[in-house]
Structures are given as C-alpha cells and as structure tokens.
C-alpha cells in the first residue's frame, strides 16, 4: 500500500519586517518561507512588504505609527492575532507576540538583557526602573507569554548558544526548544575575476586592490568601530566595503574622523541581494558583539569567501566552527589590534587563506535550506497534531 503524501498545511508567518534589506532575521523567514510554499500554503503578515514568491499570499497590517517602538509591538501582536486566531494550521511567530505555536528567537530576550548577573541592590534598582517603564513592562509581559509552552507550542532557536540563556531565563521553555539553524539556498563558490570586476564596478568601488567586506545593519553592535581602526594599520591597496543601514554611518563618524581611513572605506547602504558585494570582495570581517548566528558569515562561505568572526561567546556560528581551519575566531572583537593580525592572515595571498576558503565551501554545502526547511516542516507537523 502507498503511503498517503503529507498533509498540505495552511501556515501563517508573522514578521513585522519582511523585505530581504530587514536583516538577518528578516533573511531568515524569507528564505523558510520561499522553502515551504513548493508544499504548503503560506501567508505573510508583515507591515513592510517587500517580497514577491508564487503560492506566498500577504497580508499588511497597519502601521498606524512607528514610535514608540513597543506600542507598536503590542499593536501587531494584537493585529495578527485578530487575524489569525483561526482558519490556520500553525501560526509561526518571529516577533515577540503572546500567540503562536512556533517561536522562532532571534534576539537575546530582553529578560536576560535586563536582569541577567544582577543580585542585591543592582536586582532591585533595576526592578524598580522595570516596574517605572511601561515600556519594559510591555516586553517582558509580551515575553512571559511567548514562551509559556503549556499550550504545547515550540520555541526555535538559530543556534545551541541560546540554549544556556534560555536556561537563565526561561527555564520551563527549555524542554521545548529546538534549534534550526540558517542556511544558504546554493553554494555559488568563488567568483572569477571577471565577476569581481563586474561586481566592484556595479557597486562603484575601486576596481584595483584587496577589498574587506562587512555586512550588518547595527553598526556598532556588529564591530565596525574595530574594523576602522584595524583597517589604519593595513597596507593602502586595501579597502574596505560596508553593507548595511547607511544612516548608521553617523553612529561611527568619529571612528571614521580619527582613523583618517574615510578614503578607502565605501558605504554601500542596504542592498536586495548581497551576493555582488560577496562576488566583489577578497573576505569578510564580522567582529560582532552581539549574533544568536551571523547568517553573512555562512552566506561569504558559500561564496568562497575566508572569514575572519568573533569566537562563540559573541556569535552563534562560531559555536560550530574549527578554529583556524572553517575561519579565524577572534577571542575580543573589541580588539583591533588581533582584528588586523586576521586580517593580514587573509589578505597575505598564502596558504591558509586557500584551506579557509575551501573548507567554508565544505561547511555551506551542509547547511543548505533545502534541508533546513524540512526541520523547520517537521516541527509544523508536530504543533499541528
């Protein structure tokens, strides 16, 4: 006897934010659901919108004001839950809303941020600057619910290095995670020098030289002030290309003004698609501070790429990589002075460089999303029964 094919699912996705320039959350939900409308249907609910899949149907939700920030998380939350209270087979939720079976957790909870390492008087100042803020109320109330699991619902995490916060913070949810890590939809590989060519040219940089790539919408959060000040100490014929928010520029004005660097550094702003500023450059620098993954760090990978990142304690990615043998692991991010040792070991045209470059092509071709989605597909089933 045939086995019956799987049940098409009726699946609703809630991200405030659904355009590929959103970030690396917003990457994520994308690509999952560009994964899973080839076998369910799916429904956005989003208030930026910019995406097009066929089988994907969306739904806008107002956006009556953008400040403050957490009523208008509170608005959504209520908006998507109006919309979606039934007719659904599973509501996946990557916002911080009361109200959905899948959770997915892309940010360190605000929980930990607020409270984690504080005892005695610091607790209770803190508490009390908590019970004074509607504000934080707001997100911890919104946070309580999100992971209260009673209901039977799972909470998805992008890397292991979640699981100890969620531990310290919601030790109840703990039973009920599953970690789904990002993916990459194909492994280019290294572009030829014709395709960097093109590349630089289309992104208006110096067709000559060694190009360093950063990618990050937060820009100090990510370690640019760092990546200035490495960049002083590197020779002239390198250069440096930065992917992101470009109004974030004046956050590190006076980075760029003491270094003296402003010459060869390039502001691309937010781009659709990355992959030519991946084609256009020689390697990727992420020292981030602060990354539940760094979907960019496996994106540079795919395309042949060697990478310099901040080691597991800051980025959630570098929990399953080899030291010196997938990338270069910096031990402070903050440290510019070990970012440029990485950097010269990249950009010295030597060996290593070569063995980091095939070995992240090695790494990529296993964390395809063709494959992730089916994770992700399996814990649908598993809610909606």
């Not at 999952?32 to 066929?54: G, K, S």
């Not at 400040?67 to 839950?81: C, G, S, V």
């Not at 930065?242 to 550094?265: P, T």
């Not at 084609?279 to 760090?297: I, K």
């Amino acid at each position: 006897m045939s086995t019956p094919p799987p049940k098409r699912l009726r699946i609703a996705v809630l991200n405030r934010i659904f355009k590929p320039t959103g970030g690396g959350a917003e990457r994520y939900s994308i690509a999952l659901v560009e994964q899973l409308a080839q076998r369910h249907e799916v429904h956005v609910f989003a208030q930026q919108i910019d995406h097009q899949w066929p089988g994907v149907y969306y739904h806008p939700i107002p956006l009556p004001f953008t400040k403050p920030r957490w009523i208008n998380q509170l608005w959504f939350a209520f908006a998507t839950w109006w919309q979606t209270r039934r007719g659904f087979d599973v509501v996946h939720s990557h916002e911080n809303t009361w109200h959905g079976q899948v959770q997915t957790v892309h940010v360190v909870p605000v929980t930990h941020s607020l409270l984690q390492g504080r005892k005695g008087w610091r607790l209770g100042l803190r508490w009390l600057k908590i019970v004074t803020s509607p504000r934080l109320l707001a997100y911890l109330a919104l946070e309580r619910a999100r992971y209260n699991v009673a209901d039977g619902r799972c909470v998805v995490l992008a890397s292991s290095t979640q699981q100890p916060v969620m531990v310290a913070s919601f030790a109840l949810s703990v039973a009920a995670c599953e970690v789904v890590t990002p993916g990459v939809a194909a492994v280019p590989g290294r572009s030829s020098p014709g395709e960097r060519l093109l590349a630089r040219t289309q992104l208006g940089l110096p067709e000559l030289g060694r190009c360093v790539l950063f990618v990050g919408n937060d820009f100090r959060k990510k370690g640019l002030p760092a990546l200035i000040q490495a960049m002083a100490h590197l020779p002239e014929d390198v250069f440096l290309a930065v992917v992101g928010n470009v109004a974030q520029k004046a956050l590190v004005q006076q980075e760029l003004d003491d270094s003296g660097q402003s010459g060869r550094i390039f502001f691309l702003g937010a781009l659709p698609a990355v992959d030519v500023a991946y084609q256009a450059a020689d390697c990727l620098a992420h020292p981030t501070l602060e990354d539940t993954f760094a979907m960019v760090v496996l994106e540079a990978m795919a395309h042949g790429l060697p990478v310099v990142v901040s080691g597991a304690t800051y980025c959630g990615i570098s929990a399953l990589l080899t030291a010196d043998v997938d990338a270069l692991l910096l031990n402070d991010p903050r440290n510019s002075a070990e970012l440029h040792d990485a950097l010269a070991r990249l950009l010295d045209g030597g060996t290593q460089a070569e063995c980091l470059r095939m070995q992240g092509l090695r790494f990529a071709r296993q964390h395809l999303w063709s494959e992730i989605a089916l994770q992700q597909e399996a814990i649908y089933y598993a809610v909606a029964r």
